[in-house]
């Protein structure tokens, strides 16, 4: 036999046993991200090297070990696969000049790509919802995406997701506080791992983003960045605070809360649980008011957060959230030249009026028909033999609960199903309900 090719790792299939997960969360969100007014954008999955370099920052461990890059052999072009998407989203609002039109609220969902060390919760395809807010300069919009994702935890039926919240304050703040921190790292000069004492120069604020056990009592005893805040950041912090307790989101200040990437500045934040183990962060973002410029727009401050949708499904998963299943309404069962004929109007006339119809293919017994009706999970058996189809009648049996076989006309059995399978809940219906 032929050697089987197998997916690669860190990059999961996601199977149908799966998806009514994946499908009911991503219902969610568009009925979420509806509710506060922000569009979709959909920008492409590979993009060139430099712009994460400029975005993401050139010492950071996204850039420096976890991207897939790649030379486009026709042109000699660096290519890279998006590790996440706030990089792309402004790229394409720069490039399409959205921001002409006044300021944006935008949202995407996708696959991002990052070479890290598989383990639970973290993969090398994985995939975001974020949201991003170009062309505001807060606090009231920071504070709407906090609430936003309080909002979105309660419709997943999520909690112990906790806030923290802390301020990396405006660049020259930023720079005091560097000066700094190098100074007591280089007095700790023995205690780094390689990777900190590279960066103690570089990017020396990356040095409290370590994860390295060794390194947190060093991470404990740093100087504070909050001592230089300067104090438009100090005000615009507090009236955040002020928000988010007036909409009652509980959250911890920490001031040790530095994010994984170079751009931003300001409040930043992490949504987090202790549910998953290691891999608990399940959202994160924060303000990022120069990197617009930064990558090559006119000067505009924005901010935005991303979630991990595997994180939050783990989640789902050990809350037993009510997730409504995906089997069909009804198993059509059909016996008989006529009845086959029959059936196939019958199914369609029952998908106009939004009811789910999964029609039986393949022949074979009533008595083998009925089994797989009942494996599916319909709510209901609608039955048609050569007589029924003779009458344009079908009969209809209920699966999940004990009543008797009744046979109806056409139109009656519409109504009567419909009664009791809501129709919002099929497959490929146009209109998501929101769930709240
Ligand atoms: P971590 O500290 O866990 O590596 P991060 O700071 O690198 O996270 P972000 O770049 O802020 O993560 O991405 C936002 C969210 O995306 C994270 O909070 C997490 O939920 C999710 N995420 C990031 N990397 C992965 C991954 N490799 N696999 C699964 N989810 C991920
Ligand atoms: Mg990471």
């Not at 009236?239 to 959250?251: I, M, P, S």
Request: aromatic content about 8%.
């Amino acid at each position: 036999m032929t050697e089987k090719i197998q997916a690669i790792r860190g990059m999961n299939d996601i199977l149908p046993a799966e998806t009514a997960l994946w499908e009911y969360f991503e219902d969610t969100v568009r009925g979420w991200v509806r509710a506060y007014g922000y569009l979709g954008i959909r920008t492409p999955i590979l993009e060139r090297t430099e712009l994460f370099v400029r975005s993401i920052g050139a010492v950071t461990d996204i850039v420096e070990k976890e991207m897939y890059t790649f030379v486009d052999e026709l042109n000699g072009e660096s290519l890279t696969l998006r590790p996440e998407g706030t990089a792309s989203c402004v790229r394409a609002a720069i490039e399409h000049n959205l921001l002409y039109a006044g300021p944006q609220r935008l949202w995407y969902r996708g696959a991002m790509f990052r070479h890290e060390r598989p383990q639970k919760g973290r993969y090398r395809q994985f995939h975001q919802v974020g949201v991003e807010a170009l062309g505001f300069a807060g606090p009231d919009i920071d504070a709407e995406h906090i609430v936003m994702c309080a909002r979105l935890w309660r419709r997943l039926g999520l909690d112990g997701i906790e806030l923290e919240l802390n301020t990396l304050g405006g660049t020259e703040a930023r720079a005091r506080y560097r000066a700094r921190l190098v100074k007591y790292l280089e007095r700790h000069h023995d205690t780094l791992d390689a990777d900190s004492k590279r960066r103690l120069h570089t990017n020396p604020l990356r040095v409290l983003d370590s994860k390295s056990p060794a390194l947190q009592g060093l991470i404990e005893g740093a100087p504070r960045l909050v001592d230089d805040l300067d104090e438009e950041s100090l005000r615009d912090f507090e009236a955040l605070q002020v928000r988010l307790r007036a909409a009652g989101v509980a959250f911890t200040l920490n001031p040790r809360l530095v994010r994984g990437l170079d751009y931003y500045n300001g409040a930043v934040y992490e949504w987090v649980t202790d549910r998953l183990g290691a891999q608990g962060t399940v959202c994160a973002g924060g303000r990022y008011d120069e990197l617009i410029e930064q990558i090559g727009g006119k000067p505009a401050p924005a901010c935005g957060f991303a979630m991990g949708v595997e994180r939050l499904l783990a989640l789902m998963k050990t809350a037993a959230s009510a997730v409504p299943g995906i089997a069909p309404d009804v198993y059509l069962v059909h016996q008989g030249e006529a009845a086959d004929r029959f059936a196939d109007q019958v199914a369609e006339r029952l998908r106009d009026s939004g009811i789910g119809v999964l029609t039986h293919c393949g022949g074979g017994s009533f008595k083998s028909q009925m089994r797989k009706a009942d494996a599916s999970g319909a709510r209901f058996a609608v039955i048609i033999g050569d007589d029924e189809a003779q009458a344009r009648e079908v009969s209809i049996k209920p699966l999940r609960e004990a009543a008797a076989q009744t046979r109806v006309a056409l139109d009656e059995a519409v109504d009567l199903i419909r009664r009791v399978c809501d129709p919002r809940s099929v497959i490929g219906n146009q209109e998501s309900p929101s769930r709240t």
